[in-house]
């Protein structure tokens, strides 16, 4: 990999220094459920390789696949998770009461899924305008919530049309997107025009460190391009004319960073007050040395030896005579199957709650995705709970298989059985 790097520009800086961090060989689409007639056909697999830049310090992955084909069958709707609800209806609340919006107001948001997050500013009477490229998703959140969206991906283009249409947000909000995204420079660049001069971007991502610190490397699929850090960010929002003015960690998704930013004039004039938790995060990662590759050098023999315990863990298991089952054909729950190896030799299928998925096979391990009530109903030994990342949600709906002896298995940092 490291003979072709050299060419490869960074996605944010465009420097070609790029370093390896982790290599995951060729995987399928980590979103790319199987039909039943899809069994018969082959998958096509795409590179995918972690690396850093030392110049603006984005780790990122190499490969590029096109939206187009990414996305064209996207079976994650938000609102099936009673944790992304709460979580969008406590930030909302606080921001109508911190921002005094109201009905001159408009708030949006950019992948705005089925309306999760905007329904609370609807609710509230406060406009609303949703940006999401999923077709089947855009007419869920149009027809059934009544918010208005526009099914296009969000670009700088699109971002000055709106502007000359006199469209202008007080509040846009990009949560789970912006490390998605081809053209990143673009995306901030859209969201400055899109801004009113004193208004505020509220994004989150996942955040890098999380990801390090606790072995999360099945958060690294095709859609997720960028893992970012503060510093990372920080350099991004100032080549654009924005500063961040507010950081704040959160539990969702592993460990996310939520960044809040506003133009650079806004933070001038004394619009914006910048807290102190900007600086003494960006003094932390570096501190942690997270502007630095080794910070990220021992990453993929962390990868390697949790693969080695996890796998020990199921074929014990196996040997033992147990059943095992998964929890959640997620995108996570693919990469980590996919490059540990663990198929249907070791996994009889793997449930979710999304009704959607049920009826088809996970990419490349191709096993069989039912309705989470077959657990009570088959009462498989174990689960492997691959949406670790809504563990206490799913642990909690799951009291009856619990109590009838099923137990779950956490996969990271340490693989380890709970009752
Ligand atoms: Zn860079």
């Given at each position: 990999?490291s ?16 370093a ?51 996305f ?43 309306g ?15 940006i999401?490229p ?29 502007r ?23 995306f ?9 001069d ?31 850090s ?26 996310s960073l939520?960044y ?8 001038a004039d ?58 959640g054909?997620?995108?996570k729950?693919?990469?980590l ?8 030799e ?28 077959v ?35 956490m ?9």
């Amino acid at each position: 990999m490291s003979t072709e790097l050299n060419s490869i520009p960074c996605r944010s800086c465009g420097q070609t220094n790029l370093a390896p961090v982790l290599s995951l060989g060729h995987t399928p689409l980590a979103n790319a459920l199987l039909t039943e007639a899809q069994l018969a056909e082959p998958e096509a697999t795409f590179p995918l390789d972690l690396v850093f830049c030392p110049d603006c310090h984005l780790v990122q992955i190499t490969e590029t696949v096109p939206p187009e084909t990414l996305f064209r069958n996207y079976f994650y709707f938000s609102s099936f998770s009673d944790t992304m609800l709460k979580h969008a209806e406590t930030l909302v609340s606080r921001l109508v009461e911190t921002r005094r919006l109201g009905p001159d107001s408009l708030c949006v948001e950019i992948a705005s899924n089925d309306g999760y997050l905007l329904q609370y500013y609807h609710q509230r009477g406060i406009p609303v305008l949703g940006i999401e490229p999923a077709e089947n998703i855009a007419k869920v959140a149009q027809e059934q919530r009544g918010i208005r969206t526009l099914c296009e991906f969000f670009t700088q283009d699109l971002a000055a049309q709106l502007r000359a249409r006199g469209e202008r947000a007080d509040v846009i909000h990009a949560n789970n997107v912006m490390a998605h995204v081809a053209d990143l420079n673009g995306f901030i660049a859209g969201i400055g025009l899109l801004l009113k001069d004193h208004g505020l971007a509220i994004v989150e991502a996942p955040y890098v460190q999380d990801m390090i610190e606790h072995v999360e490397f099945d958060t690294i699929y095709h859609e997720h391009l960028c893992y970012f850090s503060l510093s990372a960010v920080d350099h991004l929002c100032r080549r654009h004319g924005l500063q961040l003015v507010d950081v704040e960690r959160l539990a969702i998704h592993g460990g996310s960073l939520r960044y809040v930013f506003g133009k650079q004039t806004a933070v001038a004039d004394g619009t914006h007050r910048v807290s102190a938790a900007v600086a003494d995060l960006l003094q932390a990662e570096s501190r942690l040395g997270m502007d630095q590759l080794a910070y990220y050098r021992t990453f993929a023999a962390r990868v390697e030896q949790l693969r080695i315990d996890l796998v020990a863990l199921l074929k014990d298991l196996k040997a033992q005579g147990k059943r095992i089952a998964a929890y959640g054909a997620s995108a996570k729950g693919s990469t980590l199957l996919n490059y540990f190896g663990i198929g249907r030799e070791t996994l009889e299928y793997v449930v979710d709650r999304s009704t959607v998925k049920q009826g088809h096979f996970t990419p490349g391990t191709r096993l069989p995705i039912v309705g989470p009530e077959v657990l009570l109903t088959d009462r498989p030994d174990h689960t492997l709970l691959l949406t670790w990342n809504f563990a206490e949600e799913i642990l909690a709906q799951q009291t009856a298989y619990r109590q009838a002896g099923g137990r779950f298995i956490m996969p990271l940092p340490d693989p380890h059985v709970v009752a």
